[in-house]
Nanobody, 115 residues
Framework: QVQLVESGGGLVQPGGSLRLSCAASGIFFSGFTMAWYRQAPGKQRELVAAITRGGSTNYADSAKGRFTISRDNAKNTVYLQMISLKPDDTAVYYC?????????WGQGTQVTVSS
């Protein structure tokens, strides 16, 4: 059974930081591209950042310079370090694992940026 369990979301003030974690089980973690997506109310889900099996990363323009994605294959975990958070970053953040025809999602974690 595949599980992706996100944690680390919460309420933070503008300018603050959060680190999201996604612990994976039931997959050959190191063989998957891992990504973070987010969905704000009334908007489509969008890619925030991704990291390939080899460690290459790519970021949405809105995340560049503020967010960092990383992975620990020994812990089957992917992280998203977020700094300088803005109210526009408020969304449910989802972890995604993709490898060829296999594609899995976590249940999401809420991030709210508000004073």
């Amino acid at each position: 059974q595949v599980q992706l369990v996100e944690s680390g979301g919460g309420l933070v003030q503008p300018g603050g930081s959060l680190r999201l974690s996604c612990a994976a089980s039931g997959i050959f973690f190191s063989g998957f591209t891992m990504a973070w997506y987010r969905q704000a109310p009334g908007k489509q889900r969008e890619l925030v950042a991704a990291i390939t099996r080899g460690g290459s990363t790519n970021y949405a323009d809105s995340a560049k310079g503020r967010f960092t994605i990383s992975r620990d294959n020994a812990k089957n975990t992917v992280y998203l370090q977020m700094i300088s958070l803005k109210p526009d970053d408020t969304a449910v953040y989802y972890c995604n694992a993709e490898s060829g025809f296999q594609n899995y999602w976590g249940q999401g974690t809420q991030v709210t940026v508000s004073s």
